[in-house]
């Protein structure tokens, strides 16, 4: 069964930083793609970021509200994502999900989420 | 960045009704259009990708169509577990963008 398992989101104070995975199996995972939503309390899916397979040169692109603080990384060895981030904020709160990524045929693959939150 | 709208933002329908949900593009995005089912702590499940292709394992009473700026997601006789709330996404350009989501309860 392909499956995606995401860890470490938790609680977090304002400017602190907190380091996700998402750990991948049943498929190969260097074949591709992996992106990065998140969901706030109640409200609807926002895009975060993604990053491409080594054989499009692990390239990233990332959302204007993370970009400079929010960092896609990937270990193919390990069959794992990563999602640093930085600097958050409250508004960064919200349950993320990391997603096998097809590119145009869309994200087939999610985990179940972990939730961030950014709270003094 | 591409805007997505869709509509209705709620519906309220009954076991056996016809359902259709419109998602509209502030510009062209060819048949780069999603559909995703999501129900309540689940995460979103795809249903249609491509503006049309239903994705394996889900069930054929979806359907979806449009191309350009108008995209419709149908579904042709709504079952219990259909009550969910359902996104559409672009996938033509980066950010890749989310409609607000349409609800679907009971009547």
């Known amino acids: 069964e392909e499956q995606l398992v995401e860890f470490g989101g938790g609680l977090v104070q304002p400017g602190r930083s907190l380091r996700l995975s998402c750990t991948a199996s049943?498929?190969?995972?260097?074949?591709?793609?992996m992106s990065w939503f998140r969901q706030a309390p109640g409200k609807g899916l926002e895009w975060v970021g993604f990053?491409?397979?080594?054989?499009?040169?692990?390239?990233?692109e990332y959302a204007a509200s993370v970009k400079g603080r929010f960092t896609i990384s990937r270990d193919d060895s390990k069959s794992i994502a990563y999602l640093q981030m930085n600097s958050l904020q409250t508004e960064d709160t919200a349950v993320y999900f990391c997603?096998?990524?097809?590119?145009?045929?869309?994200?087939?693959?999610w985990g179940q989420g972990t939730t961030v939150t950014v709270s003094s | 960045d591409i805007q997505l709208t869709q509509s209705p933002s709620f519906l309220s329908a009954s076991v056996g009704d016809r359902v259709t949900i419109t998602c509209r593009a502030s510009?062209?995005?060819?048949?780069?259009l999603a559909w995703y089912q999501q129900k309540p702590g689940q995460s979103p499940n795809l249903l249609i990708y491509?503006?049309?292709t239903l994705q394996s394992g889900v069930p054929s009473r979806f359907s979806g169509s449009g191309s350009g700026t108008e995209f419709t997601l149908t579904i042709s006789s709504l079952q219990p577990e259909d009550f969910a709330t359902y996104y559409c996404?672009?996938?033509?350009?980066?950010?890749?963008?989310f409609g607000q989501g349409t609800k679907v309860e009971i009547k």
């Open positions: 997603t096998r990524d097809k590119h145009f045929d869309a994200m087939d693959v």
């Open positions: 049943g498929f190969t995972f260097g074949d591709y793609a």
């Open positions: 990053i491409r397979s080594k054989a499009y040169g692990e390239t990233t």
């Open positions: 510009q062209g995005i060819s048949s780069y």
């Open positions: 491509v503006a049309s």
């Open positions: 996404q672009q996938l033509n350009s980066y950010p890749r963008t």
